[in-house]
């Protein structure tokens, strides 16, 4: 006579894809240009052309603030900044240092993400970014940087 052993195995569903984070909808690598105000209520270009920059969470892993860094680029920001993801906008909330060096700070307003506002060089549906940053190397210039998000493609690279 024979013995039947039955093993029961039990899967845990796990309801959070690891994968995600609560910034997802504002966590992103963008190509963005920066202006400066013309005095007149426009925008004039620096000539610098696009820079690119990545919006992500922190180590933290909260839903109320992401960094901003340009990867070493010609602004050397990478800062701390408050966000609402309902609304997706964020902000420094006051002056913020820049963790690229120690003794520089920043001071980010009116930061937005709009989705599916922006297109890629080639044209494809893409969301935009918009924010205003003062640094205290330039204090009382405020530089915009205005653009869209990276699709990864070659043909939208910059």
Not at 83 to 88: A, E, K, Q, W, Y
């Amino acid at each position: 006579m024979g013995v039947a052993l039955v093993i029961g195995l039990a899967s845990c569903e796990n309801e959070i894809d690891p994968g995600q984070n609560s910034l997802m909808k504002m966590s992103n690598e963008w190509w963005a240009q920066i202006y400066v105000p013309d005095g007149s209520g426009g925008l004039t270009d620096t000539g610098q052309g696009y820079q690119h920059l990545l919006t992500s969470n922190t180590a933290s892993g909260t839903s109320d603030s992401l960094f901003v860094d340009d990867f070493d680029g010609l602004l050397e920001l990478k800062a701390k900044v408050a966000c609402n993801v309902n609304d997706l906008t964020f902000t420094t909330n006051g002056v913020a240092v820049l963790e690229r060096y120690t003794d520089g700070t920043v001071v980010i307003g009116n930061g937005k993400i709009f989705p599916d506002a922006g297109k890629s060089t080639s044209g494809v549906k893409v969301d935009s970014i918009y924010f205003e940053a003062e640094f205290d190397w330039d204090p009382g210039q405020i530089y915009v940087l205005a653009g869209h998000g990276r699709t990864g493609f070659a043909e939208d690279e910059h």
